[in-house]
């Protein structure tokens, strides 16, 4: 784990301040160097501060591309979508701006809708400057989930899939995820965490042992991209 940097802050405001400064320098760079910029972010409770924090930040947003690392299977208008959570909590303010490409489309389930996905998500800048996951309790990122009927198709590095549906067995809804290919297709991956149970199970996950038991280590065990773990209290 030689790409991992874990950076520690004492509460949640400091870890979100610092954060949010990083992803806007980032961002920055990635206009100035290439005329535009990609950031991948996840859904969930966590990473609302940082939307927030985010939002405000001075940017040529225009520029910036914004989509999420994994969908539930819901109407964006719906509570349990991530797209709802990422307008309501991100594309406000100085972002309102930035172009936002959702992975919910109108068919019937993720499995009809892989390919219309993938079509909307290639028109992004590719590699992703940014991709922001998060980590469950169970040690899933995205919708990678442990027993997952489709995680061994979803973690194949000779997928040329950029997006995968996939059924958790223990989680409502059927979703659509990021394959771990377009994962690691990012110059950078920031791992976002809060909470001592978080840490723990992060502990747990550095652990040398199966991947598909507890999905992030598919992240923190490769060596191609720079992993930063975020984490506070």
């Given at each position: 784990?030689?790409?991992?940097?874990?950076?520690?802050?004492?509460?949640?405001?400091?870890?979100?301040?610092?954060?949010?400064?990083?992803?806007?320098?980032?961002?920055?760079?990635?206009?100035?160097?290439?005329?535009?910029?990609?950031?991948?972010?996840?859904?969930?409770?966590?990473?609302?501060?940082?939307?927030?924090?985010?939002?405000?930040?001075?940017?040529?947003?225009?520029?910036?591309?914004?989509?999420?690392?994994?969908?539930?299977?819901?109407?964006?208008?719906?509570?349990?979508?991530?797209?709802?959570?990422?307008?309501?909590?991100?594309?406000?303010g100085q972002a309102a701006?930035?172009?936002?490409?959702?992975?919910?489309?109108?068919?019937?389930?993720?499995?009809?809708?892989?390919?219309?996905?993938?079509?909307?998500?290639?028109?992004?800048?590719?590699?992703?400057?940014?991709?922001?996951?998060?980590?469950?309790?169970?040690?899933?990122?995205?919708?990678?989930?442990?027993?997952?009927?489709?995680?061994?198709?979803?973690?194949?590095?000779?997928?040329?899939?950029?997006?995968?549906?996939?059924?958790?067995?223990?989680?409502?809804?059927?979703?659509?995820?990021?394959?771990?290919?377009?994962?690691?297709?990012?110059?950078?991956?920031?791992?976002?965490?809060?909470?001592?149970?978080?840490?723990?199970?992060?502990?747990?996950?550095?652990?040398?042992?199966?991947p598909e038991e507890m999905?992030?280590?598919?992240?923190?065990?490769?060596?191609?991209?720079?992993?930063?773990v975020y984490w506070a209290?």
């Open positions: 784990m030689k790409n991992i940097q874990f950076l520690e802050f004492g509460d949640t405001a400091g870890l979100v301040e610092e954060l949010a400064e990083r992803i806007g320098d980032l961002l920055k760079k990635g206009i100035e160097a290439r005329g535009q910029a990609s950031l991948a972010v996840s859904g969930g409770s966590t990473p609302i501060p940082l939307f927030e924090a985010l939002s405000e930040v001075e940017l040529e947003w225009k520029k910036v591309s914004i989509t999420l690392v994994d969908e539930r299977w819901v109407a964006p208008d719906e509570q349990d979508s991530n797209e709802r959570l990422v307008r309501q909590h991100l594309l406000q701006e930035a172009r936002f490409v959702g992975m919910k489309t109108p068919d019937a389930s993720a499995r009809a809708g892989e390919t219309p996905c993938a079509a909307a998500l290639s028109r992004i800048p590719w590699p992703l400057d940014l991709l922001i996951l998060g980590m469950g309790n169970d040690g899933h990122t995205a919708s990678l989930f442990p027993g997952a009927d489709a995680l061994q198709e979803a973690v194949s590095m000779d997928s040329d899939k950029l997006c995968i549906s996939i059924s958790p067995s223990h989680a409502p809804h059927e979703r659509m995820t990021l394959t771990l290919p377009a994962i690691l297709n990012s110059r950078r991956i920031i791992l976002h965490l809060t909470g001592e149970q978080k840490r723990e199970v992060y502990a747990q996950a550095c652990k040398d042992e199966p999905p992030i280590r598919y992240i923190l065990n490769q060596n191609q991209i720079p992993v930063a209290p």
